[in-house]
């Protein structure tokens, strides 16, 4: 998947905002070296490298990182796979925020994880939970349906476990979970109506694969229709986000 990068920061920038709380339970002490993991264009990384932490972003997008460098020069951010990197030098904590549900070998991502972290070290990462964009999903699917794609129910592009689910691959691997949450939170889309085309287009376009240019309008429009009930609220429009926390400790 490109990555739009300018678009991301200028229409999606709620994705490093609502990551802010989850750095809370990261609670980075200056000195301690912290690896971003899906560091995106690098706002996050950017706030922990202000906390004193000795900061490195990774991000699997040349598009994402060449603005992370951009905007912040001092960071050392560089683009890698999170099922496939390894460092020399272990770190204090690992900080994942809105990138690990896009990666549905966690496994591998977990393992490469526990292996570049300290004894001791911590996993600390937000990400989609189940049930996440559930409205959104099931809208696109019925719309493309209606106009004859997606016959076979194609999967969606993202990984949403449940607490249980994502704590028992963290315990296989040999992390002690102490702390994990799962909650609604609804998702204020930019540019009302707009928002869903704005959002579908950006995140999931792997959905339109098939359809030509002249009917992705109308096929927009058509799940922006279904979803209005559900979505629109006094005028805003919201997304049925679905989110899971977890802290994990290396032993």
């Not at 971003?36 to 264009?41: A, I």
């Not at 272990?90 to 570049?116: Q, T």
């Not at 959002?199 to 376009?205: I, K, N, T, V």
């Amino acid at each position: 998947m490109k990555w739009n990068a300018e678009l991301y920061d200028d229409k999606h920038s709620f994705v490093s905002q609502y990551g802010e709380g989850v750095l809370e339970l990261l609670a980075a002490k200056a000195g301690e070296r912290i690896l971003d993991l899906g560091c995106g264009t690098g706002d996050l990384a950017n706030q922990l490298q202000g906390l004193g932490a000795d900061v490195v972003g990774i991000d699997a997008s040349p598009e994402m990182i060449a603005t992370a460098k951009e905007k912040y020069p001092y960071i050392n951010f560089a683009v890698a796979n999170a099922v496939d990197f390894d460092f020399n030098e272990p770190f204090d904590a690992v900080f994942s925020n809105a990138a690990l549900h896009w990666i549905k070998d966690a496994e591998s991502v977990i393992k490469r994880v526990y292996n570049v972290l300290k004894p001791g070290g911590r996993f600390v990462a937000e990400m989609g939970g189940k049930g996440c964009v559930q409205q959104m999903i099931a809208a696109t699917n019925t719309i493309l349906n209606k106009h004859g794609y997606n016959k076979a129910g194609q999967p969606h592009p993202w990984y949403f476990p449940s607490t249980a689910e994502y704590a028992a691959k963290l315990e296989e691997q040999g992390f002690r979970v102490t702390y994990t949450a799962h909650f609604d939170r609804k998702t204020l889309l930019q540019d009302g109506r707009q928002g869903v085309a704005k959002w579908l287009s950006m995140f999931g376009p792997s959905f339109f694969s098939e359809i030509p240019a002249d009917k992705l309008t109308t096929v927009l429009d058509e799940i922006t229709d279904l979803l209005e009930t559900d979505y629109e609220d006094d005028g805003q429009w919201y997304a049925d986000y679905k989110r899971l926390r977890f802290i994990a400790m290396k032993e």
